[in-house]
């Protein structure tokens, strides 16, 4: 393996294309224009050939190798628009094939379940296979399902089985309702108007909602050793942290915490390929050293960036060390022993 930074990196947020689930996964239906203004023959970001995103071999690692990239976790694309009667065996299969490239190269991936959530018991069922016969690290979910956030009561099973099994949740970003795109993002450019509701704002502005719900739901009171991801430098959250304090305190909530001391004990972020230092600097500032991890979110975004980020970052070697892959290797190992 090549060590362009010299740097051990282990990367959170890389995804890759089952084309078996990906027919039903209804992403145009809640994104209008999606696939247009996504297509690779525009020349705008985030819109990787399609045999790159269902690369899960060579390709993929020499790609990692030139750029540093030591490990990915792996996971596949939003399984929470997938029909009841399919998602189940479609997650199955999807995660079938990210447990195939682990165990071609343990060394150089990893993997983070998607969860047929349609089917709250059938989700439960998949989180534990991934985790306890096939090693996965946590899981993967992005969005609403069904129009619903992860704090509807019919979803608790799904969050106390991760707290259970000591295993992290990777909020991934989604589509807003339609309604809610054609309150707030609608009437540009067609391409504007459809990047504009999911890539520029629509779903980082959907997942710092989501994630309050959960807050405000009790979740971490329940769960006070429940883990979660995000990406995008905490989708826009870190910049409201004491404001949210200010606003809704546990006087106002009912709440045992305070949004401040979830943030810093139980989120981790990533940068999701955004190589921004004034971003790097900020929630090292709010959440603290030990609460970065690293994600390119590739292919969507090139590995070319991820180790010149780290290693001009303005931190010291033991920081970059913990970003890099310290921070992660630490959470990881809090789900181990469920291992086989
Ligand atoms: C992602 O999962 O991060 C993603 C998509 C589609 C387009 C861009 C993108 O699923 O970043
Ligand atoms: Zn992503």
Same mark, same amino acid.
């Given at each position: ?9 282990? *990367? @959170?947020?890389?995804? #890759? ?9 209804? #992403? ?6 999606? =696939?247009?203004? #996504? ?47 399919? =998602? ?23 993997? @983070?379940?998607?969860?047929?959530? =349609? ?12 985790? %306890? %016969? ?13 129009? %619903? ?5 019919? @979803? ?31 009437? @540009? ?66 709440? %045992? ?10 989120? #981790? ?58 921070? *992660? ?12």
């Amino acid at each position: 393996m090549s060590e362009v930074g010299g740097r051990r990196i282990i *990367a @959170f947020e890389e995804h #890759f294309l089952d084309p078996a689930a990906a027919g039903s996964a209804g #992403f145009d239906a809640r994104s209008p224009g999606f =696939a247009e203004a #996504f297509h690779p023959s525009r020349g705008l970001p985030y819109a990787p050939a399609p045999e790159t995103l269902r690369d899960l071999g060579e390709g993929r690692l020499a790609d990692m190798d030139a750029h540093g990239i030591s490990v990915q976790v792996l996971s596949g694309l939003h399984a929470q628009n997938l029909p009841i009667d399919v =998602a189940a065996g479609l997650t199955r299969g999807t995660n079938d094939l990210a447990a195939a490239a682990v165990a071609r190269h343990p060394e150089r991936f990893a993997a @983070f379940a998607v969860l047929p959530t =349609a089917d709250p018991a059938a989700a439960v069922a998949e989180l534990t296979r991934c985790v %306890e %016969e096939l090693g996965f690290v946590g899981a993967l979910v992005h969005g609403r399902t069904g129009g %619903e956030f992860l704090s509807a009561s019919r @979803f608790s099973p799904i969050l106390e089985r991760l707290a259970a099994l000591r295993v992290p949740l990777y909020l991934h970003p989604a589509p807003p309702p339609l309604a809610t795109s054609a309150s707030n993002y609608d009437g @540009f450019d067609p391409v504007v108007t459809a990047r504009l509701q999911t890539a520029a704002w629509g779903w980082h502005a959907e997942t710092a909602v989501h994630f309050l719900n959960l807050y405000l739901a009790g979740v971490f009171d329940r769960h006070p050793a429940l883990q979660v991801i995000l990406g995008h430098w905490g989708e826009l959250l870190p910049f409201y942290m004491e404001r949210i304090d200010e606003a809704l305190p546990p006087r106002a909530t009912g709440l %045992e915490r305070t949004f401040v001391d979830v943030m810093r004990r139980n989120v #981790f972020v990533t940068p999701s390929g955004m190589w921004t230092q004034a971003n790097l600097d900020y929630c090292v500032a709010m959440l603290g050293i030990e609460r970065i991890l690293f994600a390119v979110d590739y292919p969507f975004l090139p590995n070319d960036g991820a180790a010149p980020f780290i290693e001009s970052a303005r931190l010291t070697g033991i920081e970059k060390d913990l970003v890099a892959h310290g921070n *992660a290797e630490r959470l990881l190992a809090r789900g181990a022993h469920r291992r086989a």
